[in-house]
Each structure stands twice: as C-alpha cells, then as structure tokens.
C-alpha cells in the first residue's frame, strides 16, 4: 500500500527440491557444514523446512492480494528448461530494457554445463540443478510429511503431488 506502483518478485522452487538440496548442504563435511553450530539432524531440517513453507504461502497469498497485477513469481523449473525466454520475460515484466545478444551470452556463460565438476556435485553449494531429484533423495516418511502439511501449496502451485504411499512419481 505504501508503495502502489512498486514490483514484487519472488522466485519459487518445488520445495522437496528446497528441502532435498537443505539436506544435502547440512551433512557433515559440506559445503554449509563449518558454518552451522548445531548437530546434523536431518528430521529437524525437514519439519523447520516445512514450516518455512508454511510461511512462504501465507505470504504469497499476501502478496498476490496486494499487489494483483505486480507480483512476478518466477520459476526455477522455467529457469532451467528455457533460461535465456525466462530473463527475457522478467525483463519485460520490471519494463528494463533488454540486449536480446548480451542475455544470450550471460545466459551462456553461466550455464549450469559450464561449470567445472569439481565445482558441482553433493555436498557443494553448486548441486545438481536437477529438477524433480527428491523423488530419489527424500525418505517415505519425508515425502509423506511434505505432502500432508504442503500438499494444497504444492498442488495448488501446479507441482504434482501423487497418490499413494510415499507420493512419488
């Protein structure tokens, strides 16, 4: 309300993948390992990380009440299927001129290829970039909580949540 005219834009990404590359960052001996000061606790990161997304979809909510018409959610999924289409987007949505050959080669040169394997990999802060991998890194029990406290978020964000035990794909 204070600021009528003003964008808001918020990048969201399938939260089991959120939660699938939090786990991964916070075993010992990766790359967010010597920053924490608590115990590996891998069921602690899953619930706190379910109640953050609890918060994340009020906020949501608030945002596309207040601000119809101005909220830009971006997409992780979209940025790595047809990165270069989805800056060009943003782009047109903040109204910022854009050089289609300069966001090509940014685009380029920060793709997720170009980077070293020794830079990317579990346990580092460049993972995998996989969309979709916590059908394979997330426990059952995981999956089931995720989908029984985010299932409406999830689905009503268009990620699918499956049926049945476990909800995998």
Not at 21 to 41: C, H, N, V, Y
Not at 97 to 119: F, K
Request: with cysteine; net charge positive; glycine share 8%.
């Amino acid at each position: 309300k204070a600021m009528p005219r003003a964008k808001a834009i918020f990048m969201l990404r399938d939260p089991r993948d959120v939660i699938a590359s939090l786990i991964d960052a916070r075993k010992p001996g990766s790359w967010m390992d010597e920053r924490l000061t608590q115990e590996f606790d891998r069921d602690k990161i899953v619930k706190q990380s379910v109640r953050r997304f609890e918060r994340i979809a009020e906020v949501l909510g608030d945002l596309e009440a207040h601000a119809a018409g101005r909220f830009f959610e971006m997409r992780y999924e979209r940025l790595r299927s047809d990165t270069y289409a989805e800056m060009r987007h943003l782009a047109h949505v903040l109204d910022l001129p854009c050089d289609e050959e300069m966001l090509r080669r940014s685009v380029e040169r920060h793709d997720y290829e170009r980077i070293p394997s020794e830079r990317k990999g579990p346990g580092k802060f460049v993972r995998t970039a996989k969309v979709g991998g916590w059908a394979a890194e997330l426990e059952p029990g995981e999956i089931n909580l995720i989908h029984r406290r985010l299932g409406s978020f999830l689905s009503g964000r268009g990620y699918p949540v499956p049926d049945g035990p476990a909800g995998r794909p």
